[in-house]
């Protein structure tokens, strides 16, 4: 295996062979069962990892304003 060089310039980098392998699988869609599936996980990990013990814990699909503007909204009051 040849060693790649590293670029300290802008633009493109190289990229290990394992990242690009990790990336390269079909993206799932979002009516999809298995996408489901994977997201009932991550709800159960992000749940350990934030020590809730009920439905606290969410994730919100879209940036990361968006969840910063669901929690104000969730917790002003009018």
Request: net charge positive; with cysteine; hydrophobic share 45%.
């Amino acid at each position: 295996m040849q060693k790649e060089k590293l670029l300290m310039i802008p633009g493109s980098r190289p990229v290990h062979p394992r990242i690009r392998n990790s990336l390269s699988p079909p993206t799932v869609s979002h009516a999809s069962p298995v996408l489901l599936e994977e997201l009932k996980e991550a709800l159960a990990d992000l749940k350990k990892i934030v020590f809730c013990k009920k439905d606290e814990a969410f994730i919100v699909a879209g940036a990361g304003i968006l969840a910063m503007e669901a929690a104000i909204l969730n917790t002003v009051e009018k």
